[in-house]
């Protein structure tokens, strides 16, 4: 049975979920005749890329200045204004957390010139990732307006992927890909410590090691009593 037959096959109900969401069986069809074919150029950056410079990222002000303290008000001032609005994307497969939804996993326990980001597998062959001195926390701020009028051609990156004992294609896109279409800004934050705002889980055991990490980070927000 082709990959179409097998969609054409599937519950009217469920088709109809996947119609009204944006799924496309055709250009599906197009991605599975690609699978193995060039992907490792097709993945990655074409072109030069170099590290971002010094110039490039703006220090966050320190916790506790006088200068942290505006921000902190003027950030409440906005988001009671209705004026920021914060939308949690549960990206990912999860495929390394047991098939869950992976923003559902409990984390501290039940009380609880041209600049882009990409992601290191993107990277032309040669560049060492060593040469860049931040690491990308996934966290954006974009004008509803510059979102709503954006329009790109999204690269989707084929991925191989691991359920159960079975192998699985999937592809994707990397948010990041936004700052190519939308001039970027960055801001460095703090990595480790309370402060710290982004703890990246990738399967439960390294989530059991870094769960007090995340419930100290969690306690110290207010997330927790």
Request: glycine share 8%; aromatic share 4%; proline share 8%.
């Amino acid at each position: 049975m082709s990959l179409a037959q097998q969609i054409s096959a599937l519950p009217a109900p469920l088709l109809k979920r996947l119609h009204d969401r944006g799924f496309d069986g055709s250009r599906l069809s197009r991605w599975a005749a690609t699978i193995g074919v060039e992907r490792d150029a097709r993945n990655r950056l074409p072109g030069r890329v170099e590290p971002p410079t010094p110039d490039d990222i703006t220090a966050a002000p320190v916790e506790g200045t006088a200068e942290h303290g505006r921000h902190r008000e003027r950030g409440l001032a906005a988001l009671a204004a209705g004026e920021v609005a914060l939308c949690v994307l549960a990206g990912g497969m999860a495929t390394r957390m047991g098939g869950v939804v992976k923003a559902l996993v409990e984390a501290p326990g039940p009380d609880l010139r041209k600049r882009i980001i990409t992601e290191e597998f993107r990277l032309p062959h040669g560049f060492d990732p060593a040469a860049v001195p931040v690491f990308n926390t996934n966290t954006f701020i974009v004008g509803a307006a510059a979102l709503d009028a954006l329009a790109m051609d999204w690269t989707y990156v084929e991925v191989e992927k691991k359920i159960g004992d079975r192998k699985a294609i999937q592809f994707e896109r990397l948010l990041g890909e936004i700052t190519a279409a939308l001039e970027p800004r960055f801001l460095r934050v703090p990595r480790e410590g309370v402060a710290s705002r982004f703890l990246p889980v990738k399967d439960v055991p390294e989530l059991e090691r870094r769960r007090p990490e995340i419930e100290a980070i969690a306690r110290a927000r207010g997330m927790l009593g």
